[in-house]
């Protein structure tokens, strides 16, 4: 199988393509305006991206080859599904792949807005040291956090939230108070409005949820 991989991607992913015998184009410079040259070249029956939009242009130019368009993460905003499935080409996602990684850049933009750590460091490149200012963090210990979607990326913000003491809320349309519970979380039950009028109540709201209408 002939693969166009059109986003910066890890050596183990080309080096397990390359295992399984399939034929690599490994380029992270292409983009729309590019990748219907490169099927023209390749005769691609599969595209993997990660960010790179695939929209019905692209999907038009590679039909005569193109089978699967992955998505190297978990939605599949860049890509025109509807056009894909016009043309019989599936789009497949990783759902859960970079959960942990997503979760510990949440937990850290948590400390950094808590310590005002982009603040402190415009101030310290600048020749300022204020330490009394930024000596006044609350910390994350004590303070309320609402997790908005509660799969694979929110379950994995919220074990790390509940290790630094953070009194956790969990809202998702699938969780059930029982799922809460074991999750060892408070259950927000609301509607749509509801949890908007809600979100003032929280020190913070964090949300992992596909961008959907």
């Known amino acids: 199988m002939r693969v166009i991989v059109a986003d910066k991607a890890e050596d183990v992913l080309i080096e397990g393509l390359d295992g399984l015998g399939c034929e690599v184009e ?22 993997i991206v990660r960010s790179t939009k695939v929209p019905a242009s692209v999907i038009g130019a590679a039909s005569g ?26 789009v497949c996602n990783t759902p859960g792949m970079n959960a942990v990684a997503v979760a510990e850049l949440t937990m850290g933009h948590l400390l950094s807005l808590d310590r005002f750590l982009p603040d402190q460091n415009a101030e310290l490149k600048a020749g300022h040291w204020n330490k009394k200012k930024y000596s006044k963090a609350r910390g994350l210990k004590g303070r309320s956090l609402l997790v908005v979607g509660a799969g694979a990326i929110g379950r994995e913000v919220i074990s790390r939230a509940l290790a630094f003491g953070m009194d956790v809320t969990a809202y998702d349309v699938v969780l059930t108070a029982e799922k809460a519970a074991q999750l060892g979380v408070r259950y927000l039950d609301a ?20 961008a959907i209408e």
Do not use: W
């Open 65 to 90: 080859t193109l089978k699967v368009i992955i998505r190297a993460g978990s939605g599949y905003d860049n890509i025109d599904c509807d056009a894909a499935a016009g043309k019989g080409i599936a």
């Open 191 to 210: 509607t749509r409005e509801a949890l908007l009028a809600a979100l003032p109540e929280f020190d913070a709201v964090t949300m992992h949820v596909p």
């Open 26 to 47: 490994y380029d992270p410079s292409l983009g729309p305006e590019t990748l219907p040259v490169a099927f023209e070249k390749t005769g691609a029956q599969a595209l």
